[in-house]
């Protein structure tokens, strides 16, 4: 019904649009100059079938569901039900109405499912109704109202800038509502556990809290080395630093090679690939570490006499460094390839060889980009979550021993909120305090490497 | 320069030609530059004399697309022959470029870059030697001799082409090749850098490609008429300048077209 309606009303925009336009010719064949291009008095009678049916569903949307509720309920008043019971009724209503209710059914609900779905069928058409004879008649009046000397471009502009505004809003509001969400559930972590407990503490152990009974009272001496964060910061930088010993050298050579020495035909092949790398979902990473990678390193180690775990950081972080490659060498290649070519000449002119150019003068003109390019890397490998999980193990051990195994920030997150969570714990509150400081520690990664980038972009230009 | 009253010829090119692909850009160039002298080329944007001076260093080599035909001579040796050593022609041949192009790095490593390439410094003694003779030959010595450690992208338009032509003269060349030098620069930057010019002739012969007719009269003692990639007419700059020989050439200059 509600999908007719949509399609209904779009129908209805095209037609206006078409309208708009033709009242515009009409109007130009007379010899008269319009304000604005035909398609602006299109758009404009468009807008405003648009409008006022976004305003009518949304207002609909947020009072049908309340009104509803308020005349099923009304049957109940003066029956001396709890707040708590009448919404029991009006779900049990709304379930029997849908024919999922399995509970017992009394008449006095059947009668209650009945009015309830009569009730929607109502709303709907009326809605219907409304809807379309508001858009009719504010299409008429803006139709009437359009001559040669309205304006029309200005309102048309200022409804797109409007949807523009919107868009980023939405998606700016997002972002302070997740970090806020973050913010307010790491203040209640943190009221249970003492944040030096937390910053300074070297043991985590988290499933020391799921075997509190959520019915006991919370007890903060339970807590006490339980939520020691040291291990796993630890470990997250550790594996972080293998992706990097990995990522660096090898991004950056093929990136060079890329941009100075392959020829135009490899280049056209050989980035794409590359970059495909960056397109592989790290699940598939994952499983390539856990299934291949970790054995073969456990076969090696062990033909050496070495005792290695079948899950290792190596494992993990040799895998994630793969990941990243692409992310480096790709970046890179754009930052040297927009060195000016003045200066390759100016070297090349002097003598140099390719590579004493590249040494000494390309290299220097591009490092702040390609540290930029290291730093964003760095933050995908300390927000990295799925390889861990899969091919470190998820025991976070406090050890510089690469052979061993070792958890970091986002695995042990996942471990947390796995299963059964309850809200207000402070084991579910440690994935925010987590989530917390892993987001401080990317926002600082990202906001040093794009003053970096912005610094040498401001070099050239 | 004169011995005997005959003029020495520094660079003698002999059928060369030029291919950017398939297009040909330079067709059969013969021309003789003489030593300690400064030749002018000119004419018409896109008529290769830009590519011709390219190819004396063999800058061109840094073309994919791009192939040389025909012998350029160089103190008796072709520089087109498979045997020559790019990196030692190129320190023999130094160039300055159209815009002033120094290296992100200081004063001081932009003059010691080329030195350093070619191990001519054993010493930092001797190092701060040739990086002050450089910049005084540039006649920049005294604007810079204080801030020698500061990016040499900070100096003004002027000073950084005198620093691009200090970097060129630190390696001693005996043939300065310089591309429009001063199509970037003000009037006053482009009359010292032309007194200078005028100067370093003693030492080095210098080919300079220029857009702009005074200063080919003003700086050289022999022109080159290149139209279309050919080369049209040369000789000493007086005779083409005051009686072409060729219809063209007295176009050109007259300003008729170009």
């Given amino acids: 019904m509600n999908l007719i309606l949509f399609i209904f009303i779009v129908l209805l925009g095209f037609t206006s649009y078409y309208f708009g336009r033709r009242k515009a010719y009409t109007i130009q064949s007379t010899n008269k100059r319009l304000t604005a291009l035909p398609q602006f008095y299109g758009y404009y009678?468009?807008?405003?079938?648009?409008?006022?049916?976004?305003?009518?569903?949304?207002?609909?949307?947020?009072?049908?569901?309340?009104?509803?509720?308020?005349?099923?309920?009304?049957?109940?008043?003066?029956?001396?039900?709890?707040?708590?019971?009448?919404?029991?009724?009006?779900?049990?209503?709304?379930?029997?109405?849908?024919?999922?209710?399995?509970?017992?059914?009394?008449?006095?609900?059947?009668?209650?499912?009945?009015?309830?779905?009569?009730?929607?069928?109502?709303?709907?058409?009326?809605?219907?109704?409304?809807?379309?004879?508001?858009?009719?008649?504010?299409?008429?009046?803006?139709?009437?109202?359009?001559?040669?000397?309205?304006?029309?471009?200005?309102?048309?502009?200022?409804?797109?800038?409007?949807?523009?505004?919107?868009?980023?809003?939405?998606?700016?509001?997002?972002?302070?509502?997740?970090?806020?969400?973050?913010?307010?559930?790491?203040?209640?972590?943190?009221?249970?556990?003492?944040?030096?407990?937390?910053?300074?503490?070297?043991?985590?152990?988290?499933?020391?809290?799921?075997?509190?009974?959520?019915?006991?009272?919370?007890?903060?001496?339970?807590?006490?080395?339980?939520?020691?964060?040291?291990?796993?910061?630890?470990?997250?930088?550790?594996?972080?630093?293998?992706?990097?010993?990995?990522?660096?050298?090898?991004g950056l050579m093929s990136g060079i090679y890329l941009a100075e020495y392959a020829s135009v035909k490899?280049?056209?092949?050989?980035?794409?690939?590359?970059?495909?790398?960056?397109?592989?979902?790290?699940?598939?990473?994952?499983?390539?570490?856990?299934?291949?990678?970790?054995?073969?390193?456990?076969?090696?180690?062990?033909?050496?006499?070495?005792?290695?775990?079948?899950?290792?950081?190596?494992?993990?972080?040799?895998?994630?460094?793969?990941?990243?490659?692409?992310?480096?060498?790709?970046?890179?290649?754009?930052?040297?390839?927009?060195?000016?070519?003045?200066?390759?000449?100016?070297?090349?002119?002097?003598?140099?060889?390719?590579?004493?150019?590249?040494?000494?003068?390309?290299?220097?003109?591009?490092?702040?980009?390609?540290?930029?390019?290291?730093?964003?890397?760095?933050?995908?490998?300390?927000?990295?979550?799925?390889?861990?999980?899969?091919?470190?193990?998820?025991?976070?051990?406090?050890?510089?021993?690469?052979?061993?195994?070792?958890?970091?920030?986002?695995?042990?997150i996942v471990v947390i909120l796995i299963g059964d969570q309850a809200f207000g714990d402070p084991k579910t509150q440690a994935a925010f305090a987590l989530g917390m400081s892993l987001f401080l520690v990317t926002l600082c990664l990202n906001i040093v490497a794009l003053r970096v980038v912005k610094k040498y972009r401001e070099k050239y230009e | 320069m004169k011995k005997n009253g005959v003029k020495m010829i520094k660079i003698n090119s002999k059928n060369v030609d030029v291919y950017y692909g398939k297009k040909q850009a330079l067709f059969n160039i013969n021309l003789d530059i003489e030593e300690n002298q400064v030749t002018a080329l000119i004419g018409p944007s896109g008529c290769g004399k830009s590519t011709f001076l390219r190819c004396l260093n063999r800058m061109n080599d840094v073309i994919d697309i791009c192939r040389v035909k025909g012998q350029i001579i160089i103190n008796d040796f072709d520089i087109n022959d498979k045997s020559?050593?790019?990196?030692?022609?190129?320190?023999?041949?130094?160039?300055?470029?159209?815009?002033?192009?120094?290296?992100?790095?200081?004063?001081?490593?932009?003059?010691?870059?080329?030195?350093?390439?070619?191990?001519?410094?054993?010493?930092?003694?001797?190092?701060?030697?040739?990086?002050?003779?450089?910049?005084?030959?540039?006649?920049?010595?005294?604007?810079?001799?204080?801030?020698?450690?500061?990016?040499?992208?900070?100096?003004?338009g002027g000073q950084q082409q005198r620093l691009c032509i200090a970097r060129a003269i630190s390696v001693k060349p005996e043939v300065i090749l310089m591309d429009e030098p001063c199509s970037a620069l003000d009037p006053i930057a482009t009359a010292q850098i032309e007194e200078l010019i005028d100067e370093l002739k003693k030492d080095h012969t210098i080919i300079i490609v220029t857009h702009s007719m005074a200063q080919a009269a003003r700086v050289s003692q022999n022109t080159g008429f290149f139209h279309l990639g050919e080369l049209i007419e040369h000789g000493s700059t007086d005779k083409i300048f005051k009686n072409p020989e060729n219809k063209k050439t007295q176009d050109y200059i007259t300003g008729r077209f170009g």
Avoid at chain 1, 72 to 81: A, H, K, R, T, V
Avoid at chain 1, 267 to 277: C, D, G, H, S
């Fill in chain 1, 45 to 250: 009678l468009a807008i405003w079938c648009a409008i006022p049916a976004f305003i009518i569903f949304s207002l609909w949307a947020i009072f049908e569901p309340t009104i509803v509720k308020l005349l099923i309920l009304s049957d109940y008043s003066n029956q001396g039900y709890l707040d708590d019971e009448l919404n029991l009724i009006y779900e049990k209503t709304k379930a029997l109405s849908r024919g999922q209710f399995t509970g017992e059914i009394t008449p006095f609900i059947e009668a209650s499912a009945e009015k309830y779905l009569s009730l929607r069928s109502i709303a709907q058409s009326s809605k219907a109704v409304i809807v379309l004879s508001i858009i009719i008649a504010s299409v008429a009046y803006a139709y009437k109202k359009i001559s040669s000397n309205s304006r029309t471009r200005e309102p048309v502009e200022k409804f797109l800038k409007a949807v523009l505004f919107t868009a980023s809003l939405a998606a700016i509001l997002t972002t302070v509502g997740i970090v806020f969400s973050l913010i307010f559930q790491t203040i209640d972590f943190f009221k249970v556990i003492p944040l030096f407990d937390f910053v300074f503490g070297t043991h985590w152990y988290p499933a020391k809290a799921f075997v509190r009974d959520s019915s006991e009272a919370l007890d903060p001496t339970m807590y006490s080395d339980t939520f020691g964060a040291v291990p796993i910061f630890a470990g997250t930088f550790f594996i972080a630093f293998i992706a990097m010993c990995v990522a660096i050298p090898i």
């Fill in chain 2, 84 to 156: 020559c050593d790019v990196v030692r022609l190129r320190e023999k041949i130094g160039m300055v470029f159209q815009k002033p192009n120094p290296f992100p790095k200081t004063i001081y490593e932009n003059i010691s870059y080329g030195p350093t390439i070619h191990g001519m410094a054993q010493s930092k003694s001797e190092m701060d030697e040739i990086v002050e003779t450089s910049l005084k030959k540039a006649a920049l010595w005294e604007e810079v001799k204080d801030r020698l450690h500061e990016p040499g992208t900070g100096l003004s």
């Fill in chain 1, 266 to 412: 490899v280049r056209q092949y050989a980035k794409p690939l590359i970059e495909i790398l960056a397109g592989i979902p790290t699940v598939v990473y994952g499983f390539f570490a856990a299934l291949t990678v970790g054995p073969f390193l456990k076969e090696i180690g062990n033909s050496m006499g070495l005792d290695v775990s079948a899950e290792s950081a190596l494992a993990a972080g040799g895998v994630m460094g793969i990941m990243i490659i692409p992310f480096i060498s790709s970046l890179s290649d754009d930052v040297i390839t927009s060195v000016p070519q003045s200066l390759r000449d100016g070297s090349y002119a002097m003598g140099a060889t390719k590579s004493e150019t590249i040494k000494k003068v390309i290299f220097p003109a591009a490092l702040p980009g390609i540290v930029g390019s290291i730093l964003l890397g760095v933050s995908r490998a300390i927000g990295e979550t799925m390889i861990v999980v899969m091919a470190s193990g998820l025991a976070a051990n406090l050890t510089l021993n690469p052979l061993e195994s070792t958890s970091t920030i986002t695995a042990q």
